[in-house]
């Protein structure tokens, strides 16, 4: 929410001295400002009528889309592709991007860890196990 991807930069690049492939989202409409490739340009509107429940479930669900639409991205990039061990997928984040990660992981079988800084974390509650048969 108006803080740049950037500001987890040295993370970033701690992941990547240690051989990791990072991938930094930074959400359409949550950023003080986006530019795309077209030279167009969105603006902060996420939020700027106070937060309420129904922003936050959103919120939520543009990032799982968001998330989603990145990882099929690299997944067709031959560039990225032949670095990237799919098995080993896991989602950092901070705040809301820490929530992202904790809501993300139970239903994405791509992402295999995730890492909550800093966010309370509400996420769905997880399937009961299946009674045991005998």
């Given at each position: 929410?108006?803080?740049?991807r950037?500001?987890?930069t040295?993370?970033?690049?701690?992941?990547?001295s240690?051989?990791y492939?990072?991938?930094?989202?930074e959400?359409?409409?949550e950023?003080?400002?986006?530019?795309?490739p077209d030279?167009?340009?969105a603006?902060?509107?996420?939020?700027a009528g106070?937060?309420?429940?129904?922003?936050?479930?959103?919120v939520?669900?543009?990032?799982a889309a968001?998330?989603?639409?990145?990882?099929?991205r690299?997944?067709?990039?031959?560039?990225?592709?032949?670095?990237?061990?799919e098995?080993?997928?896991?989602?950092?984040?901070?705040?809301?991007?820490?929530q992202?990660?904790?809501?993300?992981l139970?239903?994405?079988d791509?992402?295999?860890?995730?890492?909550?800084?800093d966010?309370?974390?509400?996420p769905?509650?997880?399937?009961s196990p299946s009674?045991?048969?005998?």
């Open positions: 929410m108006t803080m740049p950037a500001t987890l040295s993370l970033a690049e701690e992941f990547a240690r051989g492939v990072v991938a930094g989202i959400h359409t409409y950023s003080v400002a986006t530019t795309f030279g167009r340009t603006t902060f509107q996420a939020g106070g937060q309420t429940p129904e922003l936050g479930e959103k939520a669900r543009v990032r968001d998330t989603t639409f990145v990882l099929d690299l997944e067709r990039a031959r560039r990225w592709n032949r670095l990237i061990d098995s080993r997928i896991a989602m950092v984040g901070h705040s809301v991007g820490g992202s990660a904790a809501h993300l139970p239903v994405n791509r992402i295999k860890a995730a890492v909550n800084l966010a309370p974390t509400t769905p509650p997880l399937p009674p045991s048969r005998s």
